[in-house]
């Protein structure tokens, strides 16, 4: 189970374009029951109905916030969230241990889905560099912590699905950031999530891989299986 601990985040929440400053991340795993004493951060998605909100994590595990809890989390009805929370109790569900819980803060995170590249949006996606720092599945997302260079623009970034695929076996993704000619002054980071669902086409599995540009100038690749959870 893998949790995020004792992070600085700061989340432009708006649209599809971001700003996003300092993400730390280090991983922990969850004590068996009560840890009012200790806080974890976590990614996942906000379900459910008024008063009765949950957050399914990235692993599987489903967080049940506790009544006092219910009035913060249904703001994020639907969103991709980071999440800082204290364990109350276990919940034991079919032999699955699930987590009752208060929760002290939540961010909505960036998500987006993968869009076609096309010689009609191919301007407006970009092709500025753009590092990415680390990338990692979550059940249906591929997330990305990344850096670029800013002065005062907001910039866009999205994963786009290249028109031509070479290889039947591997889908072809390519992670695009458009600037829009704002100088590179100052060095920031972001983080986003991409559904990956789409890439599936009714199988159980995808062979994805991501091409980038860094600010050296290289090509970079990142290769991976997609298999979100069941």
Same mark, same amino acid.
């Given at each position: 189970l893998k949790h995020y601990k004792k992070m600085k985040t700061s989340f432009l929440k708006t649209g599809l374009l971001i700003m996003i400053v300092g993400l730390l991340m280090t991983t922990s795993c969850l004590k068996d029951s009560n840890s009012l004493n200790q806080y974890w951060l976590s990614y996942g998605v906000v379900t459910g109905t008024t008063g009765n909100? %949950?957050?399914?994590?990235?692993?599987?595990?489903?967080?049940?916030p506790d009544a006092g809890s219910q009035g913060l989390v249904s703001s994020y009805a639907t969103n991709r969230v980071?999440?800082?929370?204290?364990?109350?109790?276990? $919940?034991?569900? /079919?032999?699955?241990? /699930?987590?009752?819980? $208060?929760? %002290?803060?939540?961010? $909505?995170l960036l998500l987006k889905s993968v869009v076609l590249l096309t010689k009609q949006n191919a301007d407006?996606?970009?092709?500025?560099?753009?590092?990415?720092?680390?990338?990692?599945?979550? %059940?249906?997302?591929?997330?990305?912590?990344?850096s670029f260079l800013q002065s005062q623009k907001i910039h866009l970034i999205n994963l786009a699905k290249d028109s031509i695929q070479s290889d039947p076996k591997v889908v072809s993704l390519l992670l695009k950031h458009n600037a829009f000619g704002d100088p590179s002054l100052y060095a920031r980071s972001g983080f986003?999530?991409?559904?990956?669902?789409?890439?599936?086409?009714g199988k159980d599995s995808v062979n994805i891989v991501v091409n980038y540009k860094d600010y050296d100038g290289n090509s970079r690749d990142f290769k991976g299986t997609f298999k979100p959870l069941q």
């Open positions: 909100y %949950n957050i399914h994590l990235d692993d599987g595990t489903i967080l049940y980071l999440v800082n929370y204290m364990i109350s109790s276990n $919940k034991v569900e /079919n032999g699955v241990t /699930n987590y009752n819980v $208060k929760v %002290n803060s939540i961010d $909505k407006s996606l970009g092709n500025d560099p753009v590092n990415a720092n680390n990338l990692w599945f979550g %059940n249906n997302f591929l997330n990305i912590n990344f986003v999530s991409f559904d990956l669902t789409s890439l599936l086409n």
